[in-house]
Each structure stands twice: as structure tokens, then as C-alpha cells.
């Protein structure tokens, strides 16, 4: 299964369901089911952040307890946009989520399913490949 990692909490809010476009430099022809990993890095400024901190709130989540090295979630990749077509038709909270600033894409996620998490597993760069024959939910 091709795989994209995402530094923390960024990973967590796919799982979730909170985060629905994942905002890349860079385009992919690549469709259908992907799995979610996330990184081992932590960006530890947003839970202090208001918007972000009633969301990790609601869910329990801080800096200490969030899941890194692990694939956390499978879901799609529905349709690929320019991120200037999207921002006008977004939310408030989608748009707090990504970087919409020109040239940028959009990666539409749907049928996001967290999953128990396969911890310990190293990410990279880019779409790379994991395949574990025992699990039936990736």
C-alpha cells in the first residue's frame, strides 16, 4: 500500500476526520486508498494555539500522548486540486489546516478510517510502499 507520512498533529487530524485536503508543493496522479503515517516530529507550537487546542481538547490529544511513528489511518486520494480553486469553497477550519498559497495543490481525502496503530514503522519522503500481510485493515 502507498503510504504518505505527515509530521504530527497535522497526521492525527486526517485520522480523525477533522482534516480532509492534505496541501502539497507537489501533485500526485495517484488515486484511491493511501495509509496515513505519522512522523516522529511534533509541531508542539500548535496545541498552544486556540483554534487547534479546542479541537486536540475534544479528543483528549497533547503534545505528550499524540502517536508518532506509527501508520494511523488509511482513507483516499479522491481528486487532486489547485489550491487557488479551493480556497474560496473551503472552511474556516480546512483552511487553518493546509498552506493554500499559490502554486500549492490540494489532495482530496475521503473514506478516512483510523485504524489501530502500526507502531514503530520509519516514514520518508515522498509516497513509499509498507505492506504487512497481517493486518487486514491496510
Not at 66 to 85: F, G, L, Q
Request: proline share 3%; net charge positive; hydrophobic share 40%.
Amino acid at each position: 500500500m502507498k503510504v504518505i507520512t505527515l509530521i504530527q498533529p497535522w497526521a492525527t487530524l486526517v485520522a480523525l476526520g477533522e482534516k480532509r485536503i492534505e496541501t502539497r508543493s507537489w501533485s500526485t496522479n495517484i488515486r484511491g486508498e493511501i495509509a496515513i503515517h505519522a512522523g516522529k516530529k511534533v509541531d508542539k507550537s500548535v496545541f498552544d494555539q486556540p483554534f487547534y487546542s479546542d479541537i486536540f481538547r475534544k479528543y483528549s490529544i497533547t503534545p505528550e500522548n499524540i502517536i508518532t511513528s506509527s501508520i494511523i489511518a488509511v482513507c483516499k486520494i479522491v481528486d487532486v486540486k489547485r489550491t487557488e480553486d479551493l480556497t474560496n469553497v473551503i472552511s474556516n477550519q480546512e483552511r487553518a489546516f493546509g498552506n493554500y498559497s499559490h502554486n500549492r495543490f490540494g489532495w482530496i481525502l475521503d473514506d478516512i478510517k483510523s485504524i489501530e496503530p502500526i507502531q514503530g514503522v520509519k516514514g520518508m519522503l515522498g509516497f513509499w510502499n509498507y505492506e504487512d500481510k497481517g493486518r487486514t485493515d491496510i
